[in-house]
């Protein structure tokens, strides 16, 4: 078969797919919302047929419209996914959209490379997987769905979202504002898709669905466990409990800034933010005090047994309580609330207290001390779990006792100044890596 037969056969087979569905499609309630999970994962691949013979270019430009239109948006969003949820707060989650929607990677990164040797040539190119079936949270719903429909979308893939019942007016806003978006640059209708009424359910009908190629979880670990169950390609995002060290080498006020920040955001729904304080002794009465001057509240003992009471009752957090404001849980626990609202709690615990232990995604920050720099380390290697996700204040010179060297993905070394080391992020793409010989 010489090449002219060979592209005449191709285009044939591809035309019979785009023309001849399985079955007549269903009609939306919305700009892509459906009445089941078979009918919206259907229309999605058909939708994706036709979206994958688009050029790059037709990607750039839906990525392009989206950061464009949604911009002016994020507050709103912000505004009514704090709202639903009842969890964090406005101001944040619109940095958390912002955020998404400005850096999440888009098609600058699926170029095509090529290998030469005495065998030949190979290229390497990427291709999508088909439908992705993107599980959002409550904690995080509007920044989900802008970061996967961005990186999935520019690899190629349609979306099936199951976003959690708790944000479902934000997260149907936001998904059939996308698919719109979507449409008017491609001309191709439900490359974004949900169902009207999103439940547990329904999550589990698009885990099991043949046309599900791989499963994007962002939740809980029971949620992502039922995903590794699905027997499909999965990628989840559980459950994060990073602790961060000081030790006696730290710029004491800048790290007390710096935890408070990230302590504090969203109140502590972000499952990278500090969840718990491991300090040096010797400094650790400093980094309390610098703590305090940028609004964390030091709990009394007494306080803390009966914050620990309301909040992590039997040593689980209280979803009542989650991503809720400092005062709001100082109420519920019987505490006085200061004249000045605090922007984080903390107080001094022993290092099996469930504070420490507990993922509780709450703006209370345990504090233990240690006797030095090696016991910090190896009680944040346990608290974490072997993920290597931790935070470390100190000088570079530091860094180097760490077991097995400094892992290349937690390092932001700047002489002389605070040694921050960020639990990794992977960077989310979604598509497949094909190898073909040139040659053949």
């Not at 904690?139 to 989900?144: C, I, L, V």
């Amino acid at each position: 078969m010489n090449t002219s037969e060979l592209e005449t056969l191709i285009r044939t087979i591809l035309s019979e797919q785009l023309t001849t569905p399985a079955q007549t499609p269903a009609q939306p309630q919305g700009k892509g919302i459906f009445q089941s999970v078979s009918e919206a994962i259907d229309a999605a691949h058909q939708a994706f047929l036709r979206y994958q013979q688009c050029p790059l270019k037709t990607r750039s430009a839906i990525i392009s419209a989206m950061r464009q239109e949604l911009t002016p948006l994020l507050a709103t969003l912000a505004e009514e996914s704090a709202n639903e949820t009842g969890m964090g707060n406005k101001e944040d989650k619109f940095l958390k959209n912002k955020a998404a929607l400005d850096n999440t990677p888009g098609v600058e990164d699926l170029t095509t490379t090529a290998l030469t040797g005495d065998g030949g040539m190979v290229l390497f190119e990427y291709s999508p997987f088909g439908v992705i079936g993107s599980v959002a949270p409550s904690t995080n719903p509007t920044e989900t769905i802008i970061n996967n429909s961005i990186s999935m979308l520019a690899a190629g893939n349609s979306i099936y979202f199951s976003p959690h019942p708790g944000a479902k007016k934000v997260s149907l806003k936001l998904i059939s504002l996308i698919e719109e978006i979507a449409f008017r640059c491609c001309g191709i209708r439900n490359l974004v898709v949900t169902v009207a009424e999103p439940t547990f359910e329904a999550t589990q009908q698009m885990m099991a669905h043949p046309r599900i190629a791989v499963l994007a979880i962002t939740g809980g670990p029971g949620i992502v466990a039922m995903g590794m169950k699905s027997g499909k390609k999965v990628i989840g995002a559980g459950a994060g409990n990073p602790p961060c060290i000081v030790d006696e080498t730290a710029d004491l006020v800048k790290a007390a800034e710096d935890i408070i920040n990230g302590a504090s955001f969203d109140y502590n729904l972000p499952c990278i933010a500090e969840k718990s304080l491991i300090v040096v002794e010797s400094v650790a009465e400093r980094l309390v005090q610098q703590m305090q001057t940028f609004g964390a509240l030091l709990l009394s003992p007494t306080d803390t047994d009966k914050l620990r009471a309301v909040c992590l009752p039997e040593g689980q957090a209280n979803k009542k309580l989650v991503g809720k404001s400092p005062s709001a849980m100082l109420e519920a626990a019987g505490i006085a609330v200061p004249a000045k609202a605090p922007r984080l709690l903390i107080a001094l615990v022993n290092a099996d207290d469930p504070w420490v232990t507990s993922e509780q995604l709450m703006p209370m920050l345990p504090v233990v001390k240690v006797n030095d720099f090696d016991s910090a380390l190896a009680l944040a290697l346990k608290v974490e779990e072997g993920t290597a996700s931790y935070r470390h204040y100190a000088l570079a010179e530091r860094v180097a006792p760490e077991p097995r060297g400094p892992h290349p993905a937690n390092l932001d070394i700047r002489q002389k100044r605070p040694l921050l080391c960020r639990d990794r992020r992977r960077r989310r793409r979604l598509y497949h890596l094909h190898y073909r010989h040139a040659n053949r």
